[in-house]
Antibody
């Protein structure tokens, strides 16, 4: 069974760093892209970027380029989304998804989400 | 670059059929696959339609997807509506020019 299990909710202060995770199981982790999607409170889904764990090829949405870093550790089948200096506007739910096609053009399985709250 | 436009909300009665549209602003809707994601309140998204009209295993055949080149839009149709179908639905496609995903703004379906 394909599963994506994300790390737990985080409460941080502005300026702090953070790394959240998404662990894949039930499939060959290195053979599928993983994508990250943001959902701000009461808002829609926003595509942030994707990574191919096999070779760490990464693509970012222009809206998030330079704001976050997407990475993966294939030895433990885990993808990461990290911030070096959080802002209050980073408060959101973050979802990871597996992308079933080589083009990385959509998601099939989704993680349960990680709620990030940034508040002073 | 293109946008996907969905109605903000739709409502229909149990047992009826509802169709949610997703219109592509530029370029052909047929150029890239369209997916539909269901997001129930407090839950993560799930894929209900992929590659325009394919249903993942476990998704009831009450859900169907299609594309219409004449209106440059995709549609999600849910027949035999159930209260459990009440959710937000997002269409999503892919921009080949920059290899980026594009989401529609989402449609809130109310089953009353």
């Amino acid at each position: 069974e394909v599963q994506l299990v994300q790390s737990g909710a985080e409460v941080k202060k502005p300026g702090e760093s953070l790394k959240i995770s998404c662990k894949g199981s039930g499939y060959s982790f290195t053979s599928y892209w993983i994508g990250w999607v943001r959902q701000m409170p009461g808002k829609g889904l926003e595509w942030m970027g994707i990574i191919y764990p096999g070779d760490s090829d990464t693509r970012y949405s222009p809206s998030f380029q330079g704001q976050v870093t997407i990475s993966a550790d294939k030895s433990i089948s885990t993808a990461y989304l990290q911030w070096s200096s959080l802002k209050a506007s980073d408060t959101a739910m973050y979802y990871c998804a597996r992308l079933p096609r080589p083009a990385g053009d959509y998601g099939d399985y989704w993680g349960q989400g990680t709620l990030v709250t940034v508040s002073s | 670059n293109f946008m996907l436009t969905q109605p903000h909300s739709v409502s229909e009665s149990p047992g009826k059929t509802v169709t949610i549209s997703c219109t592509r602003s530029s370029g052909s809707i047929a150029s890239n696959y369209v997916q539909w994601y269901q997001q129930r309140p407090g839950s993560s998204p799930t894929t209900v339609i992929y590659e325009d009209n394919q249903r993942p295993s476990g998704v009831p055949d009450r859900f169907s997807g299609s594309i219409d080149s004449s209106s440059n839009s995709a549609s999600l149709t849910i027949s035999g509506l159930k209260t459990e179908d009440e959710a937000d639905y997002y269409c999503q496609s892919y921009d080949s020019s920059n290899l980026h995903w594009v989401f529609g703004g989402g449609t809130k379906l109310t089953v009353l």
